[in-house]
DNA sequence: GTCTATATTTGGATAGAC
DNA sequence: GTCTATCCAAATATAGAC
């Protein structure tokens, strides 16, 4: 008789726990600020105990790396699935507001994926590797546009973040800086490619 | 006789005190993290037990409140005594070199005044009127420049707070970013305003 | 896998003697 | 103004029974 759950069956309702807890922790995280994340708050929204979190996180960091994975990977997942236009200029700004919809639909994923905000917290290497290629998409957006060079694209991720980083600290779920979104890109390729119709 | 200490001996000693305390906690929160200034902690700093801090400020976040202050009231005096350029487009290249110099050469201090990560703290109106007063300055700077608008100065700030902290928050210490501080400069006023010369 | 019990640390803040 | 003595609350994490 085969009285023993099976090993994959195990496996797969771990993860589904996993899973609940983390859905849980963006719960929380979202309505009491990052910071107000602990181990018995989040066991009482899961309906366990505190100590019973540690089967399946070995850490609050761990739960952090986690929410920082997630997020990563549904970025990624919504930059993949985006259909751009064939010009790049367009494309770009596509690129751009799809990234600034996904940051202002959820500051609290924006302050962990963005700002260091979180006392000691710093992504784990494979959690990270997820967030470099969040960075590629953006080089090959501006690449296709006619930007190549590092100080270019050190200067876009300034001039996006910095509208950003302007909206979410100063007035978060309005518009007033991000609303200059398509200035600030027109005004950045400007001073970025070199125009080649129009050389009179 | 006269056996009591005169009032305005006492006030002078309890400002001398308070400015110690003040000078510690900068200290510290330099040393390990804004995060990390506890009343125990500061108390030891100064050779004072956690509760006599108490005499000083009326809590942990009244000190924060100082320290803002202190920042900003410092800045001020750096801005007032700034000589400025005859030429308004020179003069903006300045004070903008000199803010950013202002927030690179200390850190902890650009986090308190300029991040919003410190938990629970914000600025009493008293010392955020300090605040504002630093931003009119910017904008003073602007509108002798020729930008006068509002949607300009946000576009400005954002620039510069975007070179800012993508240098603070991925490379503290260097220039990869607050080296394109003049380009971006550059950039801005060429779309900002309207060149009255070269007319052709 | 979940619980009870507990260790351990750390924090902010107050009361009252001196 | 400074101290001792506390209070109170909250946090992360471990040990071991079931």
Redesign the interface.
């Known amino acids: 008789m085969k009285g023993a759950t099976r090993p994959d069956r195990r496996h797969r309702r771990h993860e589904a726990t996993r899973r609940e807890i983390l859905d849980a922790a963006w719960s929380i995280a979202r309505e009491e600020?990052l910071?107000a994340l602990s181990m018995r708050h989040l066991a009482r929204a899961v309906g366990m105990e505190a100590q019973s979190l540690y089967t399946y996180f070995p850490s609050k960091h761990a739960i952090y790396d986690a929410m920082f994975a997630d997020g990563n990977a549904h970025l990624l997942g919504l930059q993949s699935s985006l259909e751009l236009d064939a010009d790049p200029v367009v494309a770009l700004h596509q690129a751009a507001h799809q990234f600034v919809e996904f940051c202002t639909s959820d500051p609290t994923r924006y302050q962990l994926l963005f700002?260091?905000?979180v006392?000691g917290f710093e992504p784990s290497s494979e959690s990270y590797a997820l967030a470099r290629k969040v960075l590629d998409f953006a080089s090959e957006r501006l690449a296709a546009a006619g930007v190549a060079d590092q100080?270019a694209l050190?200067?876009y991720?300034?001039?996006?973040?910095?509208?950003l980083?302007?909206q979410m600290?100063n007035e978060p779920g309005g518009d007033?800086?991000i609303r200059?979104l398509d200035?600030?890109l027109d005004?950045?390729l400007?001073?970025t490619t070199t125009d080649r119709h129009e050389p009179t």
Chains 1, 2 share one sequence.
Do not use: K
């Open positions: 600020g910071t700002q260091r905000t006392p100080t050190d200067l991720t300034a001039l996006v973040s910095g509208l980083n302007q600290s007033r800086w200059h200035r600030a005004m950045y400007r001073e």
